[in-house]
């Protein structure tokens, strides 16, 4: 047999050709030796790129009567099934709208469907991710009609901390429609601040809280604030919210401690109003061995305190600058300042309104000028006796608007004798 002279080379070559149509058949089939995970093309660098939203069917602010379809969120790339079920938050609240997917498409609609003529806020969470655990970095908030007019308006504000007064992160707000109480809602940002777009015309009870459970609603043991509002359909509304815990009874005097021979601070079980008037009529101070009265100059807030002791010690620096001054520039010393009586609202200070339900007004407002605090504090006319003083407090309310008051007792220590003045050093008495 005459073999030809290229045989010898085609055959290795016959052969690797074989190999490899025999590995990507493999692959086809599904054989074992095929890749089981998604991986980056080898050569370049990593993907650390999210998806990237190139499309909403139908669009953003779109009336569509009578839809009857999914909300369809196009990415530019495959995403993920992790996460999926609580990647959609749906307004009118739904807790469980019916989320699913196809290869690069998000598809949310309510579990009872879309109901004709009602206006749907949509917000996909930033827990939607690709293949390679990249997830979107910010919230996507959408909104649409299925028949209503999509009006121009807007509720904007700040979700504050009553007690500290500073913006609560994350804060929840929901503008609950009256009277079907359909639910819509938003959580304000890292500095407390929130805005929600196009809602129905109407009366509003808007709700701030702290949603402790995260369970999407306000309940009993939230912070919370509640303001009822009236919305058009060109407004915008700016509130803010002052969230606290609600009490459902009065404030409780817990216990009362001598400042001094004339100051007495009292202690409650919870946070007193700051702007609620208090007065001496309020208090009852009283020596326990026979009851004889103590009379009362007035009765201070924590702020109000603060305030005077501060000009108290303001003016006391002032007269001991001018005592210092030299001699020939003489000038009156300044005068302790007096502790105010009934000294009311605080300048600057909003009106409380009712409990639980404030009626804001469209300018813009401002963060209340006192914080609240458990404490008031009692200036006496005269030195209070030494020996075990009663206490009894009457007609006080705290935040919620919840009267109360009730009696303890306290030590009150000697009054401390200033030291006697050094005698006079000899030959130098008055001439």
């Not at 079920?85 to 739904?94: R, T």
Request: net charge negative; glycine share 8%.
């Amino acid at each position: 047999m005459i073999r030809s002279p290229g045989a010898a080379c085609l055959s290795p070559l016959a052969g690797a050709v074989g190999l490899l149509l025999l590995a990507m058949a493999a692959l086809a089939l599904g054989s074992p030796f095929g890749c089981a995970h998604v991986v980056a093309p080898p050569g370049g660098p990593p993907d650390s790129i999210p998806p990237l939203l190139i499309a909403v069917l139908p669009d953003s602010f779109s009336v569509v009567p009578d839809f009857d379809d999914k909300v369809r969120f196009q990415f530019d790339e495959a995403i993920s099934e992790q996460g999926l079920q609580n990647s959609v938050v749906l307004y009118p609240f739904d807790p469980r709208p019916r989320v699913d997917k196809a290869k690069r498409e998000l598809r949310v609609r309510p579990r009872e469907g879309w109901v004709s003529g009602r206006i749907y806020h949509l917000r996909v969470e930033p827990v939607i991710q690709d293949l390679f655990n990249n997830r979107i970095r910010q919230p996507i908030p959408y909104v649409f009609s299925t028949g209503a007019p999509l009006p121009l308006n807007a509720a904007v504000g700040t979700v504050f901390d009553r007690i500290t007064g500073r913006p609560l992160a994350r804060g929840r707000v929901d503008m609950v429609w009256l009277p079907d109480t359909l639910r819509y809602g938003m959580i304000a940002d890292s500095l407390g601040a929130f805005q929600v777009k196009s809602l129905p015309l109407g009366e509003y009870l808007a709700i701030g809280y702290e949603d402790l459970n995260n369970n999407q609603r306000a309940d009993d043991f939230d912070r919370s604030d509640t303001l009822g509002v009236r919305l058009g359909s060109t407004d915008t509304l700016r509130l803010e919210f002052h969230i606290f815990r609600h009490d459902t009874l009065g404030p409780q005097l817990t216990s009362a401690k001598a400042i001094d021979s004339l100051i007495v601070e009292l202690s409650f079980d919870g946070y007193l109003h700051p702007d609620s008037a208090v007065s001496a009529s309020m208090v009852e101070l009283f020596a326990l061995a026979d009851s004889t009265p103590i009379e009362l100059d007035t009765v201070l807030h924590n702020w109000q305190y603060t305030t005077w002791r501060d000009s108290v010690q303001a003016a006391r620096r002032a007269a001991a600058d001018t005592l210092g001054a030299a001699a020939g520039e003489a000038q009156p010393a300044a005068q302790p300042a007096q502790p105010p009586v009934n000294p009311g609202r605080r300048p600057g200070a909003p009106r409380p309104g009712p409990p639980g339900r404030q009626e804001p007004t469209p300018q813009e407002t401002q963060a209340p000028a006192a914080l609240p605090d458990r404490r008031l504090f009692v200036v006496a006319a005269a030195s209070i006796p030494p020996g075990t003083i009663g206490v009894r407090v009457r007609r006080l309310f705290n935040l919620s608007g919840m009267e109360g008051g009730s009696e303890t007792s306290y030590e009150q220590p000697p009054r401390e004798e200033p030291p006697p003045a050094p005698e006079q050093p000899p030959g130098q008495g008055a001439g």
